[in-house]
């Protein structure tokens, strides 16, 4: 079987290879929608929203006595203390520091986690687990799109500040004693479901899981209760627009692409991996893959970064530590620039790149160029319309000339007219005026749960 490291060679290069991948944005195989993405967009800032997880994310689970010292080994967090019912955003770089991806691991059992999210984190964790010294096991539940099998469980979310109240009535009874980012237990229809309590939008909610047969009759009891709240559901296109609102970027470019180090994982990754397909696309065009390469403090992780254990790049991190940072802000898009790109639309010729609406990203890796003054201030990536705001909004990571709300420029579109991958249309970049503010977007989220 070929591997990435074999594709690589064959395409010339990380970025002609990503950049010329005809693969698009990320795929939640839910329905685009179930009602309108505006009123959904709207349940989880004003009301009740039931969010279905269940096909997108891949699942690893790794059992045994040695789950803690494999995650610790490739985590710049710690994880001392961590077992059974707690749960915890697993960050990993590569040997020189840069960001591989993260995912969240959730505490089944002392010695067993459940590793959940886009695959690429659960595929470093995989290789090192077949590579390393480590007693484990390892079991993948692939997302929907990678895999023939059906998966092995269900995931709902209820989120919004009318979520608890609903959760409360299914339950039969108050629910306490889950703390922020805790697990612990919740019943729907009879049946007892393990959950993971956190907000979205700045509101409490709960994230709750079962084997994938008890799924519909879980669902229908939301759906029957949650008809008195207000529920909806979250169709794919609200969907993909919740990480900007929570100021998470979801799909930083995997730092594996170099460096010798890595070499052995790349052979190891096939050439059908996420690292393989996924695409590269935006503004920002360098010929360097390492340009495209994340801190984890231009991801806002380098508060997480515990130097109290060993790990891969904690020395290359360390080494970073005094060196002048980048930092993640929101970047609000001015109104008549964007209204200019639609009304370009009709100017053959002349058309800017279409905006789709909620979402206007376009490849796995959104890379968009930010200027100030005229020279490059940094990124912006995921750019989302968010109807309740009726605004444009999208993460970006600026360096320290970008202060809060200062006026920068977005270049919308790619240069020599676009590249020839088939989601791309001919086009002609524009320029976007955009103010700093802060992260994350929703002002409730900024105020709730984010300070702490």
Request: proline share 7%.
């Amino acid at each position: 079987m070929a591997s990435l490291e074999d594709k690589l060679t064959a395409s010339g290069g990380a970025v002609k290879m990503l950049r010329s991948a005809p693969l698009g944005p990320y795929v939640y195989p839910v329905p685009p929608e179930f009602s309108n993405w505006r009123d959904e967009q709207r349940a989880w800032r004003e009301g009740v929203a039931l969010i279905d997880q269940s096909f997108h994310m891949t699942d690893l689970y790794v059992r045994g006595p040695d789950v803690i010292r494999l995650l610790s080994d490739l985590a710049v967090n710690s994880f001392q203390d961590f077992g059974r019912d707690k749960a915890k955003q697993l960050v990993a770089c590569s040997p020189d520091g840069f960001v591989i991806g993260d995912m969240i691991v959730f505490g089944l059992e002392d010695d067993a986690v459940d590793i959940v999210g886009r695959p690429v984190v659960a595929n470093w964790v995989q290789f090192n687990a077949a590579t390393g010294d480590y007693r484990v096991s390892v079991e993948r539940d692939e997302r929907s799109v990678s895999n023939p099998k059906p998966r092995q469980t269900f995931r709902y979310e209820l989120q919004g500040p009318k979520a608890w109240a609903l959760l409360e009535q299914l339950n039969g009874g108050p629910i306490e004693g889950i703390r922020f980012f805790h697990m612990g237990e919740v019943s729907i229809a009879g049946h007892t479901l393990r959950c993971l309590r956190h907000g979205m939008g700045g509101a409490a909610g709960l994230e709750f899981w079962g084997p994938v047969e008890l799924g519909a009759e879980v669902k229908a009891a939301i759906l029957e209760a949650g008809a008195a709240h207000g529920l909806r559901q979250v169709g794919g296109r609200a969907y993909s627009s919740i990480c900007v609102d929570s100021g998470w970027i979801p799909s930083p470019l995997p730092a594996i692409y170099t460096g010798e180090a890595l070499r052995p994982y790349r052979e190891w990754l096939s050439d059908q991996s996420f690292e393989a397909i996924a695409s590269l696309g935006g503004s920002f065009v360098s010929e360097r893959i390492e340009d495209y390469y994340l801190t984890p403090w231009d991801l806002d992780y380098g508060r997480l970064i515990r130097f109290d254990h060993d790990f891969v790049g904690r020395d290359a991190l360390q080494r970073m530590a005094g060196e002048p940072r980048r930092r993640k802000v929101s970047l609000e898009w001015n109104a008549e620039d964007v209204e200019a790109v639609y009304a370009s639309q009709l100017e053959p010729g002349a058309n800017g790149k279409w905006m789709e609406v909620p979402t206007a990203h376009y490849a796995s890796h959104p890379y968009d160029a930010v200027r100030l003054g005229g020279s490059l201030a940094g990124l912006s990536t995921y750019p989302a319309y968010f109807h309740p705001d009726r605004a444009w909004v999208s993460l970006a990571i600026l360096d320290a000339r970008a202060g809060m709300d200062e006026e920068v420029e977005v270049i919308w579109g790619e240069p020599d007219g676009g590249t020839p991958r088939p989601v791309v249309e001919r086009h002609v970049q524009k320029t976007i005026r955009a103010r700093v503010r802060p992260w994350p977007w929703s002002q409730a989220a900024r105020e709730a749960y984010r300070p702490g």
